[in-house]
Structure formats: C-alpha cells, structure tokens
C-alpha cells in the first residue's frame, strides 16, 4: 500500500481564483495520477504526471487549465486555474501499485467555486 | 458511452439483506478491481481479479470475474450500515492504454 497525503482537503474559492492542490507520497513513485471526481458520480482521469517530463493530460483537460508540477518522485502539484463553479468537484491524487494496475488514492481535495 | 456499465446505481436496502453489484462492459480486460468509497475519503482498493471465472471472497463479500474477463460482479451477505458507500469497478486493459477505466459506480446505502 502507500500512504498519500492530500492539501487542501477542502477549500471555498471564489470565481476566477486558481488554487493549488498538493500531493505527497511516502515512497518514490513512477507516476501519478490525478482524477476528478463530481458529487456522487465516478472518477475521470485529468492527466499522468511522471517525474522529469510533461504530464499527459486526457481529452478534455488543457495544461493552460490544470497545470501540474512533478518535481521529485515523491511530490505532485495540481492547479485549477481561472476556476467557475464547474469546477466544484473533488480531485484525487493516486499512485500506482502492482502489475494490475491497481491504484492507491489521496484522501481526496474537495473544491467549492461560488 | 460508459465503457463499464455498471447497475444497480443506487441500492437502499435494510441491514442483513444481500445484494448484487452488476460491471458488465463489451471489451476484454486484463484485470478488474473493485473499489468502496466513504464520504469524504479517496477510493480503496477491496479486490483485484485476474482470470477468467476467478472467484475472491472477502468476509462477507464475493467477487467474480465473468469466464470471457468482460464482466463482473460483488456479493454482499448480510449487509451492514458499514458497507454503506460507493463502490465502484475499474478494468485495466491494453485497449485502453493499460489505464484504470471506471464505472458509473454504485451507491450503496445500508439502514439499520
């Protein structure tokens, strides 16, 4: 298992701000993950971040829009810029573990954008 | 288009009844695991399964995955108020990059 700790784990911010969203592991990882996740619904993968290169970010999310930092094996940044009350949700950082794929997840940020 | 449908989306059941969680999907997955989310609390991971007709028995809960691995389901018996949760299946598959596909999930609520 891994233990990752989230920052903030929840915030209110007011439209047109941009908050950063810190991810700790206590162990080096490959790749981290962030999702998103909305009220009561499933997780939807923003983008890979991997030490020392550009994080991949899947169809739907812009880095000019969720810029992320990788800057050790160990650490991740997400922001969410320019934030409208669409992006109220709840962000995850994960890790990978194992052959299967099978992911250890932050406790979770939950954003609220009035 | 979901690529995991899931079903039931929602469950409110009494405490000591059992029930089903249904992940079917029309693509082949490598591995498939189910997660169980509290409010307020990231994912984690219950179960992973790998092989066809595999069966995995965790307590009180039973996974299975489907014989052709694109399908599978969770068995709760006699569920309790702390089962409550949302579980949520993800199959991991080379036709999808070997990345985490999630269902819709499904909200399971457990009354005393």
């Known amino acids: 298992s891994a233990v990752i700790s989230q920052k903030p784990s929840r915030d209110i911010c007011q439209r047109g701000t941009s908050l950063t969203i810190q991810c700790q592991v206590d162990?080096?990882?490959?790749?981290m993950f962030w999702y998103r996740q909305q009220p009561g619904q499933s997780l939807t993968l923003i983008a890979t971040?991997?030490?020392?290169?550009?994080?991949?970010?899947e169809s739907g999310f812009v880095i000019d829009k969720f810029p992320i930092s990788r800057p050790n094996l160990t650490f991740s940044t997400l922001t969410v810029s320019n934030m409208s009350p669409e992006d109220s949700s709840i962000y995850l950082c994960?890790?990978?573990?194992?052959?299967?794929?099978?992911?250890?997840f932050g406790e979770g940020s939950r954003l609220t954008v009035l | 288009t979901q690529l995991l449908e899931q079903s039931p989306q929602f469950l409110s059941i009494q405490e000591g009844e059992n029930l089903t969680v249904y992940c079917n999907s029309s693509?082949?997955?490598?591995?498939l695991q189910w997660y169980r989310q509290e409010p307020g609390e990231g994912p984690v991971l219950l179960v992973t399964?790998?092989?066809?007709?595999e069966v995995k028995k965790l307590k009180r809960l039973t996974f299975q995955f489907g014989d052709a691995r694109k399908d599978s389901s969770l068995h709760i018996t006699a569920a309790q108020p702390g089962d409550t949760g949302l579980y949520l299946c993800?199959?991991?598959?080379?036709?999808?990059?070997?990345?985490?596909?999630f269902g819709a999930g499904t909200i399971l609520r457990v009354k005393s």
């Open positions: 693509s082949v997955f490598s591995s």
């Open positions: 971040a991997n030490q020392g290169s550009e994080a991949t970010y």
């Open positions: 994960s890790v990978n573990r194992g052959n299967t794929g099978e992911l250890f």
């Open positions: 162990s080096q990882v490959t790749m």
């Open positions: 399964v790998v092989t066809g007709g």
């Open positions: 993800a199959g991991n598959g080379m036709e999808y990059g070997n990345k985490l596909v």
